[in-house]
């Protein structure tokens, strides 16, 4: 935790957003543990923030004092190619092109453009009139923070494994937040079976209270379970909700710290050029999904040489869909799962609350699944 000063109006069309919840996301761990060579000191963490208007630029008209809005982690312009196509994670404004990545996010080091996070009192944000997302008063903040992140990044998941009537079946890998809220989302779309893989008690006993069948990943005849629960075929899709930091790779585990071990400009080359995830969660995947069937990754990685089976895919015919999550794109198709009857549970979804100074103590406690901690809300 730091004292920083309070961020200003830069350009026209910037918006400053007090902070009035923001989330701590299980991609913040990659910058805990895995991404740190590319983190400067003064860098300011988070991309899941909402919060009131408190100022605006001279060309803000969408927006004004006193609005809740909800900041998508995408900094994205909504005007460009790419945004009109509903790729605003592919924001051709905001293009970090000099580290070949796509549009900048919140938080997020120079990796993504470097731009001050949510972790934090105040927020400056870029393109007032097009990015912030308006949000009734009355609800608590937890009813639509979750629209910054978790709630467009799980729907996209669902979407992209093409899945939605009752005889399809999903397996979701991981049941943190997003692969949590994931199962919510299949099973709110019609989907008939949906099964989630952990190993975290806590986890697996939350999404079995909501109606989702729990399998344990250390299960030595999961894949085989699996297939007994989808017609003997596997499910029509899987869901990677776990990405880079998977258990059950402890060689690739061992390679994370060797990295970490580096000087931060060897480290972030060598990140750049190297398969440095650990591949578990992707390769079961690979395995458990049908002939035919579709993975969904919302999972990250960050490796450039990762082995992949390819001979198993292209055999399978596995379809391969990913990326990060285009959080307007999605919008309108979730604002009416936000009304009185919630739907997706979000207002009990958080299971810690805390201020931000505990952050040091949230980012522990959520990295070594510690306290049942599965998703924290920080409250400013």
């Known amino acids: 935790m730091d004292e920083v000063p309070d961020p200003a109006l830069k350009d026209p069309t910037d918006v400053i957003v007090r902070v009035t919840s923001t989330g701590l996301c299980g991609s913040d761990l990659h910058l805990y543990e895995v991404m740190g060579p590319f983190l400067d000191e003064g860098d300011i963490l988070g991309h899941e923030a909402m919060g009131v208007i408190e100022e605006v630029g001279a060309d803000v008209t969408a927006v004004k004092p006193g609005d809740r809005v909800v900041i998508p982690f995408n900094v994205s312009c909504n005007s460009c190619f790419m945004c009109d196509q509903g790729l605003q994670s592919q924001c051709e404004t905001t293009q970090v092109r000099e580290q070949g990545t796509g549009a900048a996010l919140f938080g997020y080091t120079k990796l993504y453009g470097q731009v001050p996070g949510g972790q934090a009192e105040y927020l400056r944000v870029p393109f007032g009139n097009t990015l912030p997302i308006r949000v009734p008063e009355g609800p608590p903040d937890d009813r639509f923070v979750y629209l910054s992140d978790v ?97 059950g790779a402890p060689v690739a585990k061992l390679a994370h710290q060797a990295v970490g071990m580096l000087p931060d400009a060897i480290a972030a080359r060598f990140m750049k050029t190297a398969g440095v995830d650990r591949l578990h969660a992707l390769r079961l995947a690979i395995e458990i999904v049908r002939r035919g069937g579709t993975i969904s990754l919302s999972g990250v990685y960050g490796g450039m040489a990762d082995p992949l089976p390819m001979l198993t895919l292209f055999d399978k015919q596995v379809q391969l869909r990913m990326g990060q999550a285009n959080v307007w794109r999605w919008v309108e198709d979730l604002l009416p799962l936000l009304g009185d009857d919630d739907p997706l549970g979000t207002e009990d979804f958080a299971t810690h609350r805390l201020p931000l100074a505990e952050a040091p103590h949230a980012y522990e406690i959520f990295q070594q699944k510690k306290d049942d901690a599965v998703k924290v809300l920080f409250q400013p």
């Open 151 to 247: 709630l467009p990044t799980s729907w996209q998941a669902v979407r992209y494994a093409g899945v939605s009537r009752e005889e399809d079946s999903l397996v979701v890998l991981g049941l943190g937040p997003i692969g949590d809220m994931s199962t919510r989302i299949a099973r709110q779309l019609g989907v008939g079976t949906v099964i989630g893989v952990d190993l975290v008690p806590a986890r697996m006993e939350r999404a079995r209270r909501r109606g989702t069948t729990v399998l344990d990943v250390r299960d030595t005849h999961l894949v085989d379970h699996i297939r007994d629960l989808t017609g003997g075929r596997g499910p029509n899709a899987v869901i990677d909700a776990v990405g880079m930091e998977a258990h």
